[in-house]
Nanobody, 115 residues
Framework: QVQLVESGGGLVQPGGSLRLSCAAS????????MGWYRQAPGKERELVAS???????YYADSIEGRFTISRDNAKNTVYLQMNSLKPEDTAVYYC?????????WGQGTQVTVSS
């Protein structure tokens, strides 16, 4: 049974940092592409970042170099380090995995950026 469990969300002030984690199980983590999507109220779900099995990364333009995705294959975990957070980063962040397309999803973790 595939499971993706996100953690690390919360309330942070503008300019602050958070690190999201996603613990994966039920599939061969090391050969899957992992990603983070987010969905803000009233908006479509957006791909924020992804990392392939060999470690190639993709970032949305809206991230502007503030976020870093990484993976630890020994721990079956993918991370999203978020720095210089802005109110517009407020959203539910979802971990996802797949090969060719994303077909496994976590339950999401709320990130709120507010003073």
């Amino acid at each position: 049974q595939v499971q993706l469990v996100e953690s690390g969300g919360g309330l942070v002030q503008p300019g602050g940092s958070l690190r999201l984690s996603c613990a994966a199980s039920g599939f061969t983590f090391s050969i899957y592409t992992m990603g983070w999507y987010r969905q803000a109220p009233g908006k479509e779900r957006e791909l924020v970042a992804s990392i392939t099995s060999p470690g190639s990364t993709y970032y949305a333009d809206s991230i502007e170099g503030r976020f870093t995705i990484s993976r630890d294959n020994a721990k079956n975990t993918v991370y999203l380090q978020m720095n210089s957070l802005k109110p517009e980063d407020t959203a539910v962040y979802y971990c996802t995995s797949g090969r060719g397309y994303f077909n496994y999803w976590g339950q999401g973790t709320q990130v709120t950026v507010s003073s």
